[in-house]
């Protein structure tokens, strides 16, 4: 019995861990945000990608970070939610 649980234990310490190492981030440069609401929606299109867990958006630098899920979207599909949002965007980087 002990030794059931004990197992049953490791494996949900062991998918927790594994969890946490799949989150990447990306950086994605914005183009066309000329006022202090663009932010905003940018950050609402992003929010609704499945797999997306954190966003911030810079207006001065036009740059949003996002924290994703690399099994649920990728920074392409991330990309063009901002695009169809109507700000174009392009992958800088993923970290």
Do not use: W
Not at 44 to 57: M, Q
Not at 67 to 87: F, M, R
């Amino acid at each position: 019995m002990i030794r059931s649980l004990i197992f049953a234990l490791f494996l949900v310490l062991s998918s927790v861990t594994v969890a946490a190492d799949v989150i990447k981030t990306v950086t994605l440069e914005v183009q066309g945000m000329t006022c202090a609401a663009c932010p905003i929606t940018v950050k609402t299109a992003l929010k609704r990608v499945p797999g997306v867990s954190d966003v911030k958006v810079d207006y001065n630098t036009g740059i949003a970070e996002v924290n994703y899920d690399p099994n649920k979207t990728s920074p392409d599909e991330l990309a063009k939610a901002i695009t169809t949002a109507g700000y174009p965007t392009t992958v800088k980087g993923v970290h």
